[in-house]
């Protein structure tokens, strides 16, 4: 039994104070005034002065680890690869759930192993996912180490879609821009038939399509053949009447990461804050410095470019209006691409998408229910309610009064069993 918390239950209720939450194998039994509360026999956590919210959500995550720049393994390249390692990882840092919108360092067979895993093992978050991404030959991650799928018709296109379907994957991702959103020379962009291809198998077969499609034209394009969400904010243009109406008629999410976005258009501020942030020391202090130097940045942005300033005032504002606008906006930082650190980044988005103008309630929805919804679980996860798996955060002071503190983690418990 969790005793004397001040929960935040994100059904919209105001905070309740001096609360004792009982918790019965893998659920939430129970929710009452701490004051005269006698469970004999239960165990009991004091958790005075702190505050219960539901686990996070990271809704766009390669499960790597984002230290270190692509190319030939150098040392402590390994560490970004270790998937389980870095899924444990996230566990720490509050995610009770990852979304993977695919990664490279896993085959299929073993994305159905980690997927199973994830339901039983306590020490690893709740794992949802896509397999691989599927591009296009000279496009966006065709690259051999992203290992997508890169089909050359449409009925190789709808045959990928059923090889992932076989595995159980949560959904289905495709890469459908030229990228000039980063203010580098575009890339091939998959073709439109193969593209409709997609999208139609995937749901002849039940799945989702998520998109990755930061380009305004090209973002109505996917809308048009009814994907179900974008995995990055629009970053080339404001969103309109029309692609708000396309959202809408799809009941389409909008994944943020303005992460990524911030991390290319100035790292080394970037690694900065993060820096910052990251109170418990739990990324090696020379990652934030390899960055931060003068040579180190000049690397980074020489390799990615940078972002161009516009396009982030684009992606940030972006976030508000679909919000505004009644559009389900999903927490996604895009980690794994270097400079997007694992964990850390992760708590970062709920500070940017503050930046950007939501409340602290709004971004912490945007990590809990509205993820949990995403995904099909609203009846599972999202919320603290009775019935309800106890995944769960404990933090040291009120993410309402400053989001930041949602990096002063105290206690992290996934499916009733606490992981400090």
Do not use: C
């Amino acid at each position: 039994m969790l005793n004397h918390v001040s929960v935040i239950d994100m059904t919209g209720r105001p905070v309740q104070r001096d609360m004792a939450v009982l918790i019965r194998g893998d659920r939430i039994a129970a929710i009452e005034r701490a004051a005269g509360l006698n469970r004999s026999g239960a165990s009991v956590i004091d958790l005075t002065g702190k505050f219960l919210i539901p686990g996070l959500v990271d809704m766009h995550n390669h499960l790597d680890r984002g230290e270190s720049m692509p190319g030939p393994p150098i040392p402590g390249q390994a560490a970004d690869r270790d998937v389980r390692g870095n899924l444990k990882q996230m566990l720490a840092w509050g995610f009770t759930s990852v979304f993977s919108t695919s990664h490279a360092n896993v085959d299929l067979r073993e994305f159905a192993e980690l997927r199973r895993a994830a339901v039983t093992e306590t020490a690893l978050p709740r794992y949802f996912g896509v397999g691989r991404a599927i591009s296009v030959a000279a496009g966006h991650a065709s690259q051999p180490r992203f290992a997508s799928y890169l089909p050359g018709s449409a009925d190789e296109a709808r045959t990928n879609v059923r090889e992932m379907q076989a595995i159980g994957v949560d959904a289905i991702k495709l890469i459908y821009a030229d990228q000039a959103h980063t203010g580098r020379s575009p890339v091939q962009v998959m073709q439109p038939e193969v593209m409709r291809a997609i999208i139609e198998e995937a749901h002849r077969l039940g799945l989702k399509t998520y998109v990755h499609a930061p380009g305004m034209r090209q973002a109505k394009e996917v809308l048009r053949a009814g994907a179900d969400g974008l995995v990055h904010s629009v970053a080339d243009a404001s969103i309109d009447d029309e692609f708000i109406g396309l959202m809408k008629k799809n009941g389409a999410t909008y994944t943020t990461t303005l992460s990524l976005y911030t991390a290319f258009s100035d790292v080394a501020a970037w690694m900065q804050r993060l820096a910052a942030m990251d109170t418990r020391g739990l990324v090696p202090k020379d990652v934030y410095a390899r960055y931060q130097s003068p040579e180190g940045a000049k690397a980074y942005h020489g390799f990615f470019g940078t972002f161009p300033a516009e396009n982030l005032r684009y992606a940030k504002d972006n976030v508000r209006r679909a919000f505004d606008a009644g559009i389900p906006v999903l927490a996604g930082t895009d980690t794994g691409v270097t400079g997007v650190l694992l964990g850390i980044s992760s708590q970062m988005e709920l500070v940017l998408l503050v930046d950007a103008g939501l409340t602290t309630a709004e971004a912490l929805a945007s990590a809990t229910i509205n993820p949990a919804r995403a995904i099909g679980r609203g009846r599972e996860q999202g919320t603290i309610e009775r019935g309800k798996l106890a995944d769960l955060l404990v933090l040291d002071a009120s993410p309402l009064a400053d989001i930041r503190n949602v990096s002063k983690v105290h206690l992290v418990i996934k499916g009733g069993i606490a992981n400090k």
